[in-house]
């Protein structure tokens, strides 16, 4: 599948990290999210019904940012991919979450991980 709907470059605030600070004072969490998806009935069709709504998509995400904890963002990225699988019936979903800045002494714009998973078939 091609067809894909993409989430770029969301802005929060959580309490991610291995660090005391980090976990009490937080700090900006960006999330980038592509999930596919076959969007040829929406094309056709011009109905929202028929798609999955990206508002939807970025609440869900806001949630897992701003409401939970996670020391690792590798925790945080497979939360949000098993969260899109759970609520939408996508085919597959790739999740980027960086830190900017990191806590990392030196310059660095942003540190992060991607994973991406594909819906298992039975």
Do not use: C, N, W
Not at 22 to 42: N, P, Q, S
Not at 75 to 99: G, H, Q
């Amino acid at each position: 599948m091609t067809d894909k709907i993409i989430l770029r470059g969301a802005q929060f605030h959580g309490k991610h990290g291995v660090s005391p600070e980090e976990r009490v004072v937080g700090g900006r969490i960006i999330v980038d999210v592509t999930i596919e998806y076959d969007l040829a009935r929406a094309g056709a069709s011009d109905d929202l019904a028929d798609t999955i709504s990206y508002s939807d998509v970025f609440k869900t995400v806001r949630h897992l940012v701003e409401d939970t904890e996670s020391l690792l963002l590798e925790t945080l990225a497979y939360k949000i991919s098993d969260a899109l699988f759970e609520k939408f019936p996508i085919a597959a979903a790739t999740v980027y979450v960086r830190k900017q800045p990191p806590p990392i002494r030196g310059v660095v714009e942003s540190a992060g991980v991607e994973i991406h998973r594909v819906r298992e078939t039975p």
